[in-house]
């Protein structure tokens, strides 16, 4: 509680809060996304509480997205003998090649589920919510 006895709104945020693996390579665009929209929630309500609501259903579905690398994935990506270094380079190098690269991005990263920031241009100009 404050002083004033009013609970006290405590957000945590980007790593402290979700922390996809560095593997997802999403984590620095979760990480601005989420203070750009928390930003953008706490000048659109007077409440806390209400900014943080709206904050968290906002960003929620984008760091579940984030989260959703296969569990496999960590070992694959840190081989423990050569053979496996060998094989990791390999397919990493053939992936990267230039007929090859467009297609490997698409199956690596999907259709995102990233935040429509568009709804906050307009938010400018709107009257404030939950005032
Ligand atoms: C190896 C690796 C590769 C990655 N690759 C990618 C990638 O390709 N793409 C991508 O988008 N993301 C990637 N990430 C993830 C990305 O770096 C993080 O998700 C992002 O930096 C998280 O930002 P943050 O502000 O939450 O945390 P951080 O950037 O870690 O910032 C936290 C800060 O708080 C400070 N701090 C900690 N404790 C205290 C304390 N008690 N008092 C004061 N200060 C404190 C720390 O020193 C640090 O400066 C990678 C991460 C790693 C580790």
């Not at 509680?1 to 957000?11: F, K, N, Q």
């Not at 000048?43 to 690398?69: C, K, L, N």
């Not at 050569?82 to 990791?88: E, H, P, V």
């Not at 090649?97 to 589920?113: I, Q, S, Y």
């Amino acid at each position: 509680m404050t002083a004033a006895g009013s609970p006290l709104s405590v957000s945590r945020r980007r790593d402290a809060a979700w922390c996809a693996t560095p593997l997802a390579g999403i984590g620095a665009t979760l990480a601005v996304t989420g203070a750009y929209v928390l930003a953008e929630e706490l000048a659109r309500h007077d409440s806390i509480a209400a900014a943080f609501e709206a904050y968290e259903q906002q960003i929620r579905p984008m760091v579940e997205d984030g989260q959703g690398v296969p569990k496999l994935a960590p070992r694959l990506m840190h081989p423990k003998t050569r053979l496996g270094i060998r094989l990791l380079h390999g397919t990493l190098g053939l992936a990267s090649l230039e007929p090859v690269r467009n297609l490997t991005a698409k199956l690596v990263v999907g259709p995102g589920k990233e935040v429509d920031l568009s709804r906050y241009d307009a938010a400018a100009s709107a009257p404030a919510q939950g005032r």
